[in-house]
Every structure is written in C-alpha cells, then in structure tokens.
C-alpha cells in the first residue's frame, strides 16, 4: 500500500466527517441549557443497558429486526479495529494496534474479528430480507437503508478478500492461527488456482484493502447525512437523555 496515498486519504476523509459533524452539532449552542450530566450513575447504567446492551432490539415486535441490528452493531464495534489496523499496515506492512499482532491476546482478536464479520454479513442479509420480504407494517421500504446494509456488507466482503490474499502471499502469517474465515478464503482462492507468485493475488489483495477502506471512510462520511447518524449521535445522546418523570 502507498503511504502517501494512504494519508491523503486520511487527511480528507477525517477532516471532511470532522467538518460535517461540527456543522450538525452547532444548533445544540444556541438551545436553552439545561443539566443533563446528574445521576451519573444511572447515565451509566442506561448505557450499559442500550448501548452495549441493546436492550430495546429485545422486544417482541422488534425480534427479528432487532437481532440482526445487535449482530451488526457489536461486529462494528469488533472489526473497527481492523479496519485500524488495516489502515495503519498502509504505512507500515507489520503494523498492529498495542498488545495485538502475534500475542495470545491478538490472536483471540483475530478469531472474534472472523466472527464478527460472519456476524455483520448475516446480520445485513437478515435485515434486508426482512425489509424487503418480510416488512412489518411499522417499517417503509426505504432505498436508503437498502443501500446502508449494502454498503456494510460489501465493506466485510473486502476486508474477507484482503485477508484471504494476505494468507495466499505469506502463508506462515501468525493470524493464519486463528483467522478462520481468512483461511477459508484463502482456501476457496487456491482452490480457483491463485497462487502467491500470480499477478492477479496481489491485485486482488489491493482491491480488497483500499475497497475495505475507502468504503469505511466513505460511509463515516456519508452518516452525518443519513439515517446512520445515530451511530454517532446515540451514545452522548443516551448518556444525557432527560431522567426527569413523566
């Protein structure tokens, strides 16, 4: 990967989501004050409750839709690492976060990492199923979150391509261990006769990081206009939500 391409895509892409949020931000600067940070305790509590715990995907009209929202939620929550990591190995191709790379910790990262992602891919299938199948009369068909869960899923389709080249180019690579899903791939490709020494591996192992990154960014990008932006918004949101009774 380009060092230098890898910053200019940095540079832009995080001063652009950092312009944007800002802008949807300022309104908050011109409301009545009002405290919102008491009760600690419970803030906190109420967090690890639907934050973390996602607590109200768990209701019965939402159990389906719910489950899958659950299963993309904490595979983002995993697998941005990776895509740190990823985006990191673009100026150094050894590059690992502290305490991951070739560790006991880092290779149990490794495998939720595979996990997660299988978690992310089947979440989105059973979310756009459901929208466009099985809608719940609640739920319209919007083309927007059609092409969101399009958007994630083919972001893990790249990340599964670079790992599997990744593994085909070094096969003694210490994730190999634990990277059940890169193998696999690894093993599908080799199986369609990719080898390290053809041309086409590395192509394939470019595609799969720049299309992992440049859609990741580019969805950072895009949440602070769409319905996505409670992936941003939800966490001080819920923090500071009113705790006064109804």
């Given at each position: 990967?380009?060092?230098?391409?890898?910053?200019?895509?940095?540079?832009?892409?995080?001063?652009?989501?950092?312009?944007?949020?800002?802008?949807?931000?300022?309104?908050?600067?011109?409301?009545?004050?009002?405290?919102?940070?008491?009760?600690?305790?419970?803030?906190?509590?109420?967090?690890?409750?639907?934050?973390?715990?996602?607590?109200?995907?768990?209701?019965?009209?939402?159990?389906?839709?719910?489950?899958?929202?659950?299963m993309?939620?904490?595979g983002?929550?995993?697998?941005?690492?990776?895509?740190?990591?990823?985006?990191g190995?673009?100026?150094?191709?050894?590059?690992?976060?502290p305490?991951?790379?070739?560790?006991?910790?880092?290779?149990t990262?490794?495998?939720?990492?595979?996990?997660?992602?299988?978690?992310?891919?089947?979440?989105?299938?059973?979310?756009?199923?459901?929208?466009?199948?099985?809608?719940?009369?609640?739920?319209?068909?919007?083309?927007?979150?059609?092409?969101?869960?399009?958007?994630?899923?083919?972001?893990?389709?790249?990340?599964?391509?670079?790992?599997?080249?990744?593994?085909?180019?070094?096969?003694?690579?210490?994730?190999?261990?634990?990277?059940?899903?890169?193998?696999?791939g690894?093993?599908?490709?080799?199986?369609?006769?990719?080898?390290?020494?053809?041309?086409?591996t590395?192509?394939?192992?470019?595609?799969?990081s720049?299309?992992h990154?440049?859609?990741?960014?580019?969805?950072?990008?895009?949440?602070?206009?769409?319905k996505?932006?409670?992936?941003?918004?939800?966490?001080?949101?819920?923090?500071?939500?009113?705790?006064?009774?109804?």
């Amino acid at each position: 990967m380009n060092p230098v391409a890898m910053g200019l895509l940095l540079l832009v892409s995080l001063a652009g989501v950092t312009f944007s949020v800002v802008r949807r931000f300022l309104p908050l600067f011109v409301m009545q004050p009002d405290v919102r940070w008491d009760q600690p305790k419970e803030r906190f509590i109420g967090i690890l409750k639907y934050f973390f715990g996602q607590l109200r995907f768990l209701r019965p009209f939402e159990r389906i839709h719910g489950i899958a929202h659950i299963m993309i939620f904490w595979g983002a929550v995993v697998v941005t690492l990776s895509t740190i990591q990823m985006a990191g190995r673009g100026f150094s191709p050894g590059f690992h976060l502290p305490g991951l790379g070739d560790t006991g910790l880092g290779l149990t990262y490794t495998f939720l990492k595979d996990l997660f992602t299988v978690s992310i891919m089947t979440g989105c299938t059973m979310a756009f199923v459901n929208r466009v199948f099985f809608r719940p009369s609640r739920m319209i068909l919007s083309v927007e979150a059609l092409v969101i869960l399009n958007w994630i899923f083919w972001m893990m389709v790249m990340d599964l391509l670079y790992e599997s080249t990744l593994f085909i180019m070094i096969p003694d690579h210490p994730e190999t261990q634990a990277a059940f899903l890169g193998v696999f791939g690894k093993n599908v490709l080799m199986t369609m006769g990719l080898s390290a020494e053809y041309p086409l591996t590395a192509q394939l192992h470019a595609i799969g990081s720049w299309g992992h990154l440049i859609l990741g960014l580019s969805f950072l990008n895009y949440l602070p206009y769409c319905k996505q932006f409670h992936e941003i918004t939800s966490l001080p949101s819920l923090y500071m939500r009113s705790l006064r009774q109804k």
